[in-house]
Nanobody, 125 residues
């Protein structure tokens, strides 16, 4: 059974940094892409970034150059380093994965099968 546990959210001022962690069980990035979606109040869910051993990484245009996704040596923990945070990055961030989609642009728009509990990120101006 695939389980995803996200942590690391918090309150930060604009321009600051946070690092999110997602501990996966039952799956690794060798098996399939793992990554992050986010949802701001009153808005639709948005794909942020993904990583897989076979495809590498992919980022939404809105975070490219500011966020970095990576994995640990065991390939079961996925990190999202978020720098130069903006108020518009405020959202609940979810760790997600699905067997049937590779880490490409299409991943950002896919209806994911597995979602972890979200972690709140709030960026104050």
């Amino acid at each position: 059974e695939v389980q995803l546990q996200a942590s690391g959210g918090g309150l930060v001022q604009a321009g600051g940094s946070l690092r999110l962690s997602c501990v996966a069980s039952g799956v690794t990035i060798d098996d399939q892409a793992i990554g992050w979606f986010r949802q701001a109040p009153g808005q639709e869910r948005e794909g942020v970034s993904c990583i897989s051993s076979s495809d590498g990484t992919y980022y939404a245009d809105s975070v490219k150059g500011r966020f970095t996704i990576s994995s640990d040596g065991a390939k079961t923990t996925v990190y999202l380093q978020m720098n130069s945070l903006k108020p518009e990055d405020t959202a609940v961030y979810y760790c997600v994965t699905d067997y049937f989609i590779s880490c490409t642009r299409r991943w950002l728009y896919y209806d994911m099968d597995h979602w972890g509990k979200g972690t709140q990120v709030t960026v104050s101006s």
